[in-house]
């Protein structure tokens, strides 16, 4: 038996176990009476529940003042309402998507609906300004401080922003990985009430200590670039879904690499970005039927490192 076998195995046993701790941990989820209603998850610190699958905004929404990308893009936002979704995700540093989702969220029938979450880049009061005029609303649901870089960074000006009603709920980002340790000392130190980070099947770093930090201090977490930027497409193109993947009804790709993130309990939403309203149905998918428990979850690991 050589060296690198046992180290494989080694390693192979290691993830198993921190799979099966995951999936064991309290599911934030109300029961569904419907089978084929989207799923849903409860913020920790209230108990709100949301849906599990939700829209994000980055690139695909900042289209300016085109009408024809603005018109599907509405398109979209209707799947995402019909399908039973509600968070859309977006950022003062998203070019026009802030502008675009506003105008699209202009009826009050529509925004009503939505759990409507922004980022901005510092405790700004100009720019908090400045991306609720493009949003077109004087509240928002979730303000988030993005791209957090200092792990000595303080909330205090969010918090006191939530105590003015200007939001219902704080939170932290980040998707570059040498900001996770001032990431993780923010969210140890401040105890938001979201924090947002990337994570797919490919990209496994959240792991290893923003997920059981979040859980640990009860913080709800949303999870970008679900697809590792395009990767997992990428070393499937052609490939056909493995059998065993009927086992939680997935009946695509994209819904593949989503239920395998909402199979990890603390996982309170996925935010794909999609321009195509095909594609956000699809997505929506991901949120309904079963979620893979730890043994099916590591098989989904050992397919994927395997392509």
């Given at each position: 038996m050589t060296d690198h076998f046992l180290m494989s195995r080694r390693k192979l046993m290691t993830r198993a176990v921190q799979l099966a701790a995951a999936s064991a941990l309290p599911v934030r989820a109300l029961a569904q009476a419907d089978p084929g209603a989207l799923l849903l998850r409860l913020i920790p610190g209230t108990s709100e529940p949301l849906p599990s699958v939700g829209l994000g905004t980055a690139s695909v929404f900042d289209v300016g003042t085109d009408p024809a990308k603005r018109a599907e893009l509405g398109q979209v936002v209707?799947?995402?309402i019909a399908g039973g979704g509600r968070i859309i995700d977006t950022a003062s540093t998203y070019g026009s998507a802030e502008s675009v989702l506003g105008d699209l969220l202009s009826s009050d029938e529509r925004r009503s609906k939505i759990f409507l979450a922004t980022k901005l880049e510092a405790p700004d009061a100009i720019e908090l300004r400045h991306s609720l005029q493009q949003l077109r609303t004087e509240?928002?649901?979730?303000?988030?401080?993005?791209?957090?870089r200092n792990g000595k960074q303080s909330l205090a000006q969010f918090r006191e922003w939530k105590a003015q009603g200007i939001c219902r709920y704080v939170g932290i980002t980040s998707t570059f990985h040498s900001d996770f340790p001032a990431l993780e000392e923010v969210l140890r130190r401040e105890k938001p009430d979201f924090v947002q980070f990337d994570y797919s099947l490919d990209n496994r770093e959240a792991e290893k200590l923003l997920l059981p930090l979040?859980?640990?201090n009860n913080v709800a977490v949303l999870t970008a670039l679900p697809f590792g930027r395009g990767r997992l497409f990428r070393a499937v193109r052609g490939k056909q879904l493995p059998e065993w993947a009927k086992e939680i009804e997935v009946r695509s790709w994209a819904q593949f690499f989503l239920k395998f993130l909402l199979g990890d309990a603390r996982v309170t939403a996925v935010i794909p970005g999609t321009a195509d309203p095909a594609h956000m149905a699809d997505n929506l998918g991901a949120g309904r039927g079963r979620v893979p428990d730890a043994r099916l979850r590591e098989q989904m690991v050992r397919f994927v490192e395997h392509l």
């Open positions: 209707q799947t995402l509240t928002v649901d979730l303000l988030q401080l993005h791209n957090v979040a859980e640990q």
